[in-house]
Nanobody, 124 residues
Framework: QVQLVESGGGLVQAGGSLRLSCAAS????????MGWFRQVPGEEREFVAA????????YYGDSVKGRFTISRDNAKNTVYLQMNSLKPEDTAVYYC?????????????????WGQGTQVTVSS
């Protein structure tokens, strides 16, 4: 069982930056691929980024490529999402997720554990 707790959301102006954090419980953090998703009310949950257990391989959704960076600190059981050049269309609830699959996973159903979400609002 893995418990995930996100933090770092908030209100920011367009062009600004935020860093989200996701703290995970458990002793086997490195065995999980970690992902970030986001969701706007009434829409499907959208894949944002994923990172393998050792942190050596990452993958991004097209809408955030070049602006967002996913990273992890395995000593702290924490995964991060650095979001730069934010746009109003980045406004959403951002969710952290974990999967035991040792490969990049971009679909919601591929993840076993989810955090409660953190709101990010980008004003124009």
């Amino acid at each position: 069982q893995v418990q995930l707790v996100e933090s770092g959301g908030g209100l920011v102006q367009a062009g600004g930056s935020l860093r989200l954090s996701c703290a995970a419980s458990g002793r086997t953090f490195t065995s999980y691929t970690m992902g970030w998703f986001r969701q706007v009310p009434g829409e499907e949950r959208e894949f944002v980024a994923a990172i393998l257990g050792r942190g050596d391989i990452t993958y991004y959704g097209d809408s955030v490529k070049g602006r967002f960076t996913i990273s992890r600190d395995n000593a702290k059981n924490t995964v991060y999402l650095q979001m730069n050049s934010l746009k109003p269309e980045d406004t959403a609830v951002y969710y952290c997720a974990a999967t035991g699959m040792r490969t990049i996973v971009t679909i919601r159903g591929g993840y076993d554990y989810w955090g409660q979400g953190t709101q990010v609002t980008v004003s124009s």
